[in-house]
C-alpha cells in the first residue's frame, strides 16, 4: 500500500513538471486538494489545450444560488429601468392615424 502511494505520488510529481499550468490556475487550492483532484481525474481525456483550464476552474466554482440570485436583480433593475423610460417612449411614437379604406376599382382583375 505504501508503494503504490509512493508511485502516485511520483506520478503526480511528474504530472505537475509536464503541466506547469495545473498548478497556476488553481494557486489557491492547497497541494493536497490539488493530488486528490488529479487523482480523480488523471485517467479522464485531458483537455486540449491549456486555455480549457481556467474555463474548467471557473466551473467548479459556479455557485447556481449567487447566479439565481444575481438574474433576480438584473431583472428588477431592468424592469425599473422600463417603467423609468416608458413615458419617453411614448411622448417620441408619433400618433398613428388610421388607414382610409380603399376604393375597390371595377376593374380589378385579381378578386375575379
Excluded: C
Amino acid at each position: 500500500m505504501t508503494q503504490d502511494k509512493s508511485v502516485l505520488i511520483e506520478e503526480f510529481k511528474q504530472y505537475v513538471l509536464d503541466h506547469p499550468e495545473f498548478i497556476e490556475t488553481n494557486k489557491e487550492k492547497s497541494l493536497q486538494d490539488l493530488f486528490e483532484e488529479w487523482h480523480l481525474f488523471k485517467d479522464e481525456e485531458k483537455p486540449s489545450s491549456a486555455s480549457e483550464l481556467p474555463f474548467l476552474d471557473v466551473l467548479k466554482k459556479f455557485n447556481v444560488q449567487d447566479l439565481q440570485q444575481h438574474l433576480m436583480q438584473l431583472g428588477s433593475v431592468l424592469g425599473s429601468v422600463q417603467e423609468v423610460m416608458a413615458p419617453f417612449k411614448q411622448q417620441q411614437q408619433p400618433p398613428t392615424q388610421p388607414e382610409p379604406p380603399r376604393q375597390r376599382s371595377i376593374f380589378s382583375l385579381g378578386d375575379d
